[in-house]
């Protein structure tokens, strides 16, 4: 059962792995100086991977606590927060966010049953003005959070899922899968604790009035790297969680699209070298998978005044897909030698 309206003002860690962030972590801080708060009942720990960029001088500006871990991931980090913190709700941003005043506040009214061992949100992008971060937005196959009706449930779906840059745990249920593992990271790293509160029976909510501003990729390349180590992380839970259906999840994924990737590659050269009217048999059907996928954006298209996302969502679709799967060969053939 909930408790009654406004009796309910538990106190919140709000914890912040970050690494080389100082380009964006001043944004961040100033943005949780304005959280709509009773401060006593307040703290904000920010854990530092050993930055080289001046990071940590610029957290040392505002009133909060800095702890410094010695960089072997984010779950390491969000762990070394969590140990150190004392509140009865954890909630963990990212250094390249910004969070409304209201953060807090929308995530501490999904907690007032006792059952809710988690709650997450919507993540939004904070660079309107960028062709790139804006069609992290659009695309139909997110990276971050996508719903618009608040979820609340014990089975994680893996077209509603949660980002680790805007969660939080009730402490207790998050003690009782043991705090992250830091056997994971790259990427799947803040899905996995999740699914296993959902098998420990606690109540997951999604609410999309919990959001915050995320600073996504402006560059091609960092685009590319991020989807290669989302790839990385998922062999990683594959090898560490097997059995978890993230996992089996991924693994569908990784053998369905290597096996693609590899008779693509096959029936290429056989058309080149080999037989010619299969290379125009292969091009007819890539163009015609091609002009689906564009049809697929016309309406975004149209209805923003830019006709190019028509023609190059489909292909950044595309490249992140091969990147993510190019990541997961890679980090399983890391992870089959024993380097890491």
């Not at 009773?38 to 040392?60: Q, W």
């Not at 606590?65 to 991931?73: S, T």
């Not at 809710?116 to 062709?131: A, E």
């Not at 840059?165 to 207790?172: E, K």
Request: aromatic share 12%; hydrophobic share 40%; proline share 4%.
């Amino acid at each position: 059962m909930g408790m009654p309206e406004g009796q309910y003002e538990p106190y919140v860690s709000i914890i912040v792995p970050v690494k080389n962030s100082a380009d964006t972590i001043g944004e961040l801080m100033d943005s949780l100086m304005k959280l709509e708060y009773n401060r006593e009942k307040l703290e904000i720990i920010v854990v530092d991977g050993r930055s080289t960029d001046g990071t940590r001088e610029i957290v040392r500006r505002y009133p909060v606590r800095l702890l410094e871990e010695e960089g072997r991931g984010l779950n390491a980090a969000r762990n070394t927060g969590v140990r150190y913190s004392k509140g009865e709700i954890i909630a963990f941003t990212d250094g390249d966010c910004v969070v409304p005043s209201n953060w807090i506040r929308a995530i501490i009214e999904n907690f007032r049953d006792p059952s809710v061992g988690f709650v997450g949100g919507l993540v939004k992008g904070y660079r309107r003005d960028n062709f790139l971060s804006v069609y992290m937005d659009e695309t139909f196959f997110h990276a971050v959070p996508s719903f618009s009706n608040r979820y609340e449930t014990t089975d994680l779906k893996m077209l509603c899922f949660p980002a680790g840059c805007n969660m939080a745990f009730r402490r207790h249920a998050l003690e009782k899968i043991d705090l992250f593992d830091e056997r994971i990271y790259y990427g799947f790293d803040d899905l996995e604790p999740v699914e296993e509160l959902s098998l420990r029976g606690f109540r997951i909510i999604l609410d999309p009035r919990v959001f915050v501003w995320h600073k996504h990729r402006t560059t091609l390349w960092g685009l590319v790297k991020q989807h290669f180590n989302y790839g990385r992380g998922g062999s990683l839970l594959l090898i560490h969680k097997r059995a978890s259906r993230l996992a089996r999840w991924f693994s569908a994924y990784l053998f369905s699209t290597t096996i693609l990737l590899f008779l693509s590659i096959f029936l290429l050269a056989l058309g080149l070298t080999l037989i010619p009217k299969l290379l125009r048999i292969l091009l007819t059907l890539a163009v015609s998978v091609y002009t689906l996928h564009m049809a697929l954006y016309a309406r975004t298209a149209i209805r923003s005044k830019k006709m190019r996302k028509m023609f190059l969502y489909p292909l950044l679709d595309v490249l992140r897909g091969f990147s993510f799967t190019l990541g997961g060969l890679f980090q399983l053939g890391r992870s089959l030698l024993g380097r890491c």
